[in-house]
Each structure stands twice: as C-alpha cells, then as structure tokens.
C-alpha cells in the first residue's frame, strides 16, 4: 500500500514535471518565434493570400496582360505551394474574378484568424520609366517590424530571380495613415500584413520576367510561398523545403511610425567628364547623396534637360538601402554636335535631383573626317590623272618626233650632227655655185668691155 501511494505520488510528479515542461517549452517558443500568432496555434498557421484586384477592378493593363488576372494566377500557385506545407491553413480573398472591397479583404483575413496576409500586385509607373521590384509595408510598431522581416525574405527571392530591389518602404497619406488600404485596414483588424509588387508591367527590363510564358507567373507564386515558408519557418516535403530550423530577419519595433522618404537626394552633381576623341565616348563621374533613403536610378541628358536617357541602376554594393556615393558611367555620344550634359538622380522614393550642366564642345566625327580625307584623296587623284593627259596630248608632238628618230635609227644629237653636215654642205654648194657662176660670166663681161672700148676707139 506504502509502495502504491509511493507510486501514485511519483507518477504525479513526474506528471507536473511533463506539465512544466511542456508550459516551458511552449512560453519559450512564445517568446522566440518571431511570429507570434504563429506560436499560439503552432499546428495551424493561417495564412491569406489577396490577388490584388478583381472584376471590374482590373488594376494596371499593358500589353495585353491584366493586373487583376496575373495576381490570381500568382496566389492560386502560391497556396498550391504553402498547402504542401504541414500545418499550414491557406485562403484566398477571391478565388475568381470578383470585385472585392479593400476593408472587406481585411476583414475577410480577421475573420479567418490570419497569423498574415500577403497581397499580390503588378506595378506600372506614370512615365514608363521605372523597373524593379518593391514591398510595402504597414509604418506603425510591430506591424510595421514583421511587415519588414517578411520583406526582406521575399526581396532576397526577387532579387534572387534577377530583379532589381526599389525597396522595402511604407507610404503615408495626408492623415500620417498607411497610405495603401490593404495595409491600414489589416494593422486595425490586427493581421500582420505586406503588399508585394513584383514587377513593372510597362518596362522592357521587367518584361523577360513575366512575359515569356504563365508559367513565370506561377514561379513568382512559388516563390512569394518561399519567402512566407522561411519567414514561418515551414517544411515539406515535396517540394523539399525545411525552413524548420530557419531564423527570419529580426526587426525592431519602431517607437513612432516609420515616415517615408520625402525629400529629393541632396546632392547630384558631375565630377568630371572626359572626352575621348577617337570614339565620341564620354566617361562621367557623378557623386549622389541622399541621406534618408538611398540612390535608385540615374539618367542623363544631352540637351540640357530636354530628353533623359533610359533610367539605369544606381550601385548599392553595401546593402540594398546604401548607394554608393559615386558612379562612374559611359555615355557614346553623338558627333558633331554641341552637347548640353546634365544628370538626373532618382532616390528610392522616385524623387529626383539634377545636376548643373556641363557644355562639352562638339567632337569631330572620325568616320566623317575619313570620309573627307578620302573624298580629298579621289579629287587629288582624279586633277593629277587630268594633268597626266594634258601632259600626254602635249607629248604628242614630241612622241611623233621620237617615232620618227626611232624610225631613222638616229638619237637627238645625230641628228642635230645630221642636220649641220646637210647645212655646211648647202653653204659649200652654194659656194662652188657661186664661183661656178661667177667664172662663168667673167670672160663673157670682158667681151663686153672690150667691145665697148673698140667703139669708144
Ligand atoms: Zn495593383
């Protein structure tokens, strides 16, 4: 009987120890999982997914594709994915083409019990030059903290794909609220929350991404599931995925919400720029600095503002909210023209700043110049051929003459020799002749005198 009780007590100890334990264990999971609903119903995760738009919300159109039917094809690959996941309860805002208020997505969340909810979109911008991928998030206290841990993770994966990072940001309306009602709505109904833009529909940079085939669509699903399984910290098993053991980005919880970024970059101006003569190719370096956010995109201009250059990435070698201070870049430009350079930067919240501007004298084009060189060259050669023919029908005379000493077999000397023998035998002619002559008349002209002085007599 002793024994007996003895036995009842240590099964009752070791009972409470069992009990202390598992309230241990289950305070320490509380305390260090970094979602906390997560850790309150451990076996039953609830997360939701908004395909952002619906109905006659068709939310941004570009090229035949339609925001509102991406964003479902997006969610329905990324429940596929996350049901795979053990203890892991997905629901969608709207399984079809509906119609959905903002408030009744959140709404439709709390009701739910989500632990988080992800909303899906597609991006466009105003003047089709902007490009990348961007997360905003709730601004206030742990919202704001789980919005951005999650965040990071689903930017590690779009940047992983190869799209560029605009950031992990909040907006706020006039109110000081979260601008984006998805947002504003689920921190009330107190759901954690984050709304994904993954690509800008409008920019040739983004398209290899979306537009080859749906099947890219449904990557983004799988992937958006990714970032949301190692942010839980979720396995499966097909396919192999064990985030179990995985640690997602901690953030502090910020004291008051956190402000965007609403001034333009601070500094924007152009080092140096150096003209390559041979190639037209201008090399500048320009220093950008914007204090409460970070260097986006840069671009440049060549008539003073007029026109800008296709915006280009901004180097953040640190981390993906520090640009570096300078960047130097090469522009070709064109020849023979009288160049206005200016520079345009762009911070993470679309605010630019321009640099001063920079003449840069006309540079000569090298293929015209050859083509000037050359044409000189044909006139050159096209007066020498014509001198070369006045020179050969001048010739004609002489080469009559040559033909005629080659004819003769005689040299220019023979026959200068030639013709001053025939001379000086023309002059003895003319002599003898002449004594000829004279010897002639001699006898008949002193008949004559005789006769007359016969007569005279
Ligand atoms: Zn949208």
Redesign the pocket.
Known sequence: MKQHICLKKRILSETAGAVLRALVFTLAAVLLSPALRLSVHAKNLVIVIDP??GGENE??IYDGYT?KEM?LIVARAMKEELEKCEGVEVWLTRESDVDMKIIDRAAFAAQKNADFLFCL???TSENRNYYGAEVWVPSKGEYYARGYSFAQLEMQELTGLGLYSRGIKTRLDKLGNDYYGILRYCSREGVPSALI?HCHLDHEKDKPFYQQSQEQLREFGRLDARAAARYFGLSSDFPEMDFGGYGAPQTDVPAQSVKPDRTPPQLCRIKSAQVSEETGEITVCVEAQDAESYILYYGYSLDGGETYSPLEEWPRPQAWNQSAKEHTFTITAPFDRELQLCVKVFNGFDLDTRSETLSIPSIPDPERIRRQEQSDREKALQEAQKGYREIHYGDELQKAEDDFLSLSGLNTGQLGAAIGLILLLILVLSFVMARMIFLLIKPLSTKLLRAKGNKKQ
Do not use: I, K, L, S
Request: glycine content about 20%; charged content about 20%.
């Open positions: 952002g738009h939310g941004a925001e964003t979109h597609f991006n833009e």
